[in-house]
């Protein structure tokens, strides 16, 4: 679920406003948004993608992450280079080549049935 | 943000599309192209709503090369029950041949270039929709965000003349009047939080049944995805090359991604816990696979897992009529269904045509998305422009039930009451997954006694409807798919069911299903296809 909005970053741009699909932001003071709905998230990490100033964080889980989750601590995320991490891999902002132009997975061959016999 | 102007929005249009996922902008643009005045709709925001944008897509892409062809459509046959029609998978290969075409030099999406040639088998999530958005736009259509839809309006002859919706940023709701409606409000995931999914809670088949019209294919439903334990990312194609273990380390004897997923879902019945290795991959597929999915890659760089050396705990979330084949019935090459004036394409409509009783992963649904959608627009389009000049006079009739005009007398019954039934009889595994009559039958009990309820009492207005009819749809849904999933008594395809575990020659048949209050179904023949294939 979303989990950070970082006051620091934030240009107030507004697009996480617009393009979360499920309205989880509302505009808060002095333009920066809060997440007003967070249990309506649905964890889809598109307001990351969009966000122009890596100002948000998704942490992965579809319920909000513990108080003491490093994923809630924005240093951490910083340091880490997660924060900002999705729009670098997908190739989104200046500078950057679309990572669409590399996306081509491995050939997906027949399934793969577990079997007792593996060592 | 809103601003709580209560001023309804009374908008007019030739064409109006519900759902701005892959179907809806594909059918906007034809129709916008076709010259139709085109406004399209969506719950959240077209670009990113839905489980397209956020999960991307394999697409089912061959060139028009016939034997490339015949294997393509011979590859899925047994699978999907032979319940498809060949006519209709070969349009829809010609469509999306063409689209995807189109998406390269149209639309300039980025492709990877393999052997010198662009590579069309598969798109990025964020960035098709966004380049889908910016397309529409540069072609004329009008997009309302954040703007779900919540009935459709007939005129006197029951014709299809418009939608009513909330528009909850503005705190207003709108009536479009329109001489035609596309629904492309994708398929039902039960709000199971699986990848984009939350957005998909079957409305459009709810409005449609209202207006009229019928679903089919609705037992072919079930389709859970893989995904780590407490995260949403369903992205089951790299769980190919995983090995599933009990929670004491020792393998999950016949589990897999594919045909074995029965077995993850019993032991997570049993015991809870199922653990998962990618340990089948060699290095240089690893690396591919994080170029060509990024967002798989999510939960595990987050959670500081390799899922190629480490074990971690999966779970399957339900994706329904997502990654399930039933629909809205089409009754025509143009998308139409029973119903005048209305057309339905992806994931709302029934994608048995092409994928007969089965289709999980890999890419036909998004080539069905864009090929019904390409479909649903040019035939929405012309039946605007068949209707004469006074269908902008035609006095409009709301055919919304259940959440705004109840039922005398009933006892009201709220969402809260129809999400826990949903959770309870709809979600777990033994029940819509791993299917017996004598589960089904009182699961279907309970949701046709809170679909009573619902009729009863429950209503609600301006910003607490659309949740309201969400809560609808999804119990609509359920009853129609279990409905469907009790009248086939063998297993075909998804549809399968314990106490029949084999094909039976006697059902080569499609199930129509359909009504609110009173459910019925109905054999159809399979069309497109040899005399006894199967
Ligand atoms: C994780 C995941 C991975 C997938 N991978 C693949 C794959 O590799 N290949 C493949 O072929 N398929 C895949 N699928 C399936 C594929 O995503 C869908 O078939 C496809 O998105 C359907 O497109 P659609 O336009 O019909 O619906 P959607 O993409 O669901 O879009 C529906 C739109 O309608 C809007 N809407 C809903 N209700 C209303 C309302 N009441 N009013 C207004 N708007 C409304 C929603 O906000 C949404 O924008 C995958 C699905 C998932 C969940
Ligand atoms: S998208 Fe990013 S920069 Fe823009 S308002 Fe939201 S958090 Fe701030
Ligand atoms: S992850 Fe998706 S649902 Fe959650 S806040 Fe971001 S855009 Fe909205």
């Not at chain 2, 380049?131 to 006197?156: C, F, N, Q, Y």
């Not at chain 2, 990618?278 to 696979?289: C, F, H, S, W």
């Not at chain 2, 068949?386 to 055919?399: E, N, P």
């Not at chain 2, 819509?432 to 009559?437: A, K, Q, T």
Request: hydrophobic share 40%; aromatic share 8%.
């Amino acid at each position: 679920m979303i989990e950070i909005v970082s006051a620091s970053r934030c240009v107030t741009c507004d697009v996480c406003i617009a393009v979360c699909p499920t309205n989880v932001f509302e505009l808060g003071p002095g333009g920066i948004p809060v997440i007003a709905r967070q249990g309506d998230c649905q964890t889809c990490f598109m307001c990351e993608a969009h966000c122009p100033a890596d100002a948000l964080f998704v942490a992965p889980f579809t319920h909000p992450a513990p108080a003491d989750s490093p994923l809630r601590d924005e240093a951490h995320l910083a340091a880490s280079g997660l924060l900002g991490s999705y729009r670098r891999e997908i190739g989104w902002g200046r500078g950057r080549k679309p990572g669409a132009r590399l996306a081509v997975g491995p050939e997906l061959g027949r399934a793969r049935i577990t079997s007792a016999a593996l060592p | 943000m809103p601003s709580h102007d209560l001023v309804p929005l009374d908008l007019t249009a030739d064409v109006v599309v519900v759902g701005g996922g892959p179907a809806g902008t594909w059918a906007a643009l034809t129709a916008a192209e076709s010259g139709a005045d085109v406004l399209l709709l969506d719950k959240g925001y077209c670009g990113t709503s839905g489980p397209t944008a956020s999960g991307g897509t394999g697409v089912w892409y061959t060139r028009p090369d016939p034997a490339e062809r015949e294997k393509a459509m011979a590859g899925r046959e047994a699978l999907g029950g032979f319940l498809q029609d060949r006519r209709w998978m070969a349009r829809v290969l010609d469509q999306t041949y063409e689209n995807m075409n189109r998406l390269e030099a149209e639309a300039r999406y980025p492709f990877p270039i393999v052997d010198g040639e662009p590579y069309k088998r598969g798109v990025q999530g964020p960035e098709y929709m966004r380049r889908m958005r910016s397309w529409i736009k540069r072609a004329g259509v009008r997009i309302l965000d954040h703007s779900p839809a919540t009935e459709l309006l007939v005129d006197g002859s029951g014709t299809v003349a418009g939608v009513r919706g909330h528009r909850r940023q503005h705190g207003t709701d709108y009536r479009v009047r329109a001489r035609a409606v596309v629904l492309a409000t994708g398929g039902c995931a039960f709000l199971s939080k699986a990848l984009g999914c939350d957005v998909s809670t079957g409305d459009g088949a709810l409005f449609a049944a209202e207006a009229g019209a019928e679903m089919s294919g609705m037992e072919f439903s079930n389709a859970y995805g893989i995904a780590p334990a407490f995260t949403s990312v369903t992205k089951t194609a790299y769980y190919g090359f995983a090995t599933f273990f009990h929670s004491d380390g020792t393998p999950l004897d016949g589990a897999g991604s594919q045909g074995g997923r029965s077995v993850i879902a019993r032991e997570l019945l049993r015991t809870g816990i199922v653990l998962c290795q990618i340990d089948q991959a060699t290095p240089e597929q690893q690396e591919q696979m994080r170029l060509g999915q990024p967002n798989f890659f999510l939960p595990f760089n987050r959670l500081g897992i390799d899922p190629f050396t480490d074990r971690f705990p999966v779970t399957l979330l339900l994706e329904g009529t997502v990654r399930g084949t039933g629909g809205i019935r089409i009754t025509g090459d143009d998308c139409a269904t029973t119903v005048p004036g209305l057309y339905a394409a992806g994931d709302a409509a029934t994608r048995e045509l092409i994928c007969g009783a089965f289709t999980g992963g890999g890419s036909h649904n998004s080539a069905w998305a864009m090929s019904s959608g390409t479909f649903a627009g040019r035939g929405a389009a012309a039946f605007a422009t068949s209707l004469g000049a006074s269908a902008v006079r035609r006095k409009l009739i709301g055919v919304g039930g259940a959440g705004i005009r109840p039922d005398e007398g009933g006892r009201a019954v709220g969402r809260d009451d129809a999400l826990d039934v949903i959770r309870r009889q709809v979600h777990p595994y033994d029940k819509n997954y791993l299917r017996n009559g004598s589960r089904l039958r009182p699961a279907l009990a309970h949701l046709d006694a809170v679909w009573e309820g619902f009729r009863g009492g429950a209503i609600a207005h301006g910003g607490e409807l659309p949740g309201l009819r969400q809560a609808a749809a999804m119990v609509a849904h359920a009853r129609w798919m279990y409905t469907s999933a009790l009248a086939r008594t063998e297993s075909r395809g998804m549809a399968r069911r314990e106490e029949y575990p084999d094909l039976d020659p006697n059902q080569h048949h499609r199930i129509a299903v359909g009504g609110l209050d009173r459910i019925w179904t109905r054999p159809e023949a399979v069309t497109g296809r040899e005399p006894a294939a199967a």
